[in-house]
């Protein structure tokens, strides 16, 4: 009997309709469009403009997008789980609060907090369901509202990130394709390099430090710039050897959207070609648990039944790690 294993089998994504360019950021900020370009490759971001609208609702409208492809009714969703550093409340979790706002009745869902890595952690969680039997149809999304926990007068931070949201369908595969392999990480001493300090049972929300910028991202970027890439490269080459991969094999390389020399390091390391390595951070910045899969639902068009594909992310805490995949469709 050959092993049940877990594909990705429809796309969706999302992003708000608000646009912030590097020149709206260098009114705000001692910045240019010239120096975010040459340090980041980001030219652009999706923002969030309008009152109450949250991760929820950017997620939902991903989430309603895959089913409409699919042909698929909500109420046939079994599990569905969100990874986000920006959930619409602490309690309950936005994954049950997606599952209302697209009908799914029928299923249950909770959150996964791993910040940058959240959606790999996710999608690798997800697929345990589908591998054990226990369900067929698993929804995993990323998305997050990253104008709400940054802060535009940093202009270190305030230039990198945006707005938006991702999901995949995973259902059960006979024919070998879909999630084959993860090499997943973590290192929690890295948590005082790039966090949200504040907001927690650590440093919770009072009068006194309403003003407080530590309920802001921080990090400390030549620290995890250099962490990023090694932990990035050493994972996508431990999976390579485990899994006796070269890389004229591997059709795309997905990597995390944090910063296009981190990208192109990543690439540079491991002798990959660049046009074969998704990359769509100049339109929407890092958009954090959501970089990933609005990376398949940019380039889901170009991807063939059976291509290769190594997914890598890294995320604050630190976590980071890579998947290997087949491309099922």
């Known amino acids: 009997m050959s092993r049940k294993t877990a594909a990705i089998t429809a796309v969706g ?8 360019t590097n020149e709206d950021l260098a009114k705000m900020v001692d910045t240019s469009d010239e120096w975010i370009t040459s340090r980041t490759g980001i030219k652009e971001r999706h923002i969030i403009k309008e009152k109450g609208i949250a991760a929820s609702d950017l997620g939902a409208e991903a989430v309603k997008e895959l089913l409409h492809k699919k042909g698929l009714d909500p109420m046939e969703i079994d599990l569905l789980i969100c990874a986000t550093i920006s959930p619409d409340m602490r309690v309950p ?35 345990q369901f589908i591998e054990s039997g226990m369900h067929k149809k698993v929804i995993v999304v990323g998305a997050d509202v990253m104008s709400t926990v940054v802060d535009y007068t940093d202009r270190t931070t305030c230039i990198l990130f945006g707005d938006g949201a991702g999901a995949i369908l995973l259902e059960p595969s006979e024919e070998g394709l879909g999630l084959q392999d993860s ?11 790039l966090n949200i300090k504040a907001g927690g049972s650590l440093i919770p929300y009072n009068r006194e430090n309403y003003d407080s910028k530590d309920f802001f991202i921080y990090q400390d970027g030549k620290s995890v710039f250099k962490a990023a890439v090694t932990g990035m490269s050493g ?43 998704m990359t769509n951070i100049y339109k929407y910045g890092n ?43």
């Open 93 to 127: 979790d936005t994954a049950n609060t997606i599952l209302d706002k697209i009908g799914g009745k029928k299923a249950w869902g909770f959150d996964i907090n791993a910040a940058c890595s959240g959606f790999l952690f996710a999608m690798t969680t997800a697929a």
């Open 287 to 329: 958009t954090t648990a959501a970089t990933l899969p609005l990376c398949l639902w940019d380039y889901e068009k170009q991807l063939k039944k059976g291509d290769k594909l190594l997914f890598t992310a890294f995320g604050g805490g630190f976590t980071w790690g890579a998947s290997y995949l087949k491309w099922a469709y």
């Open 235 to 277: 994972a996508i080459t431990e999976l390579m050897q485990r899994n006796h991969l070269t890389k004229d094999e591997i059709s795309w390389i997905v990597p995390h959207q944090a910063n296009k020399r981190i990208i192109n390091s990543i690439g540079e390391f491991l002798d990959f070609p660049m046009e074969r390595v």
């Open 183 to 193: 090499v997943l990480k973590g290192d929690g001493s890295g948590r005082n390099l």
């Open 13 to 20: 994504g999302y992003v708000p309709e608000g646009i912030l």
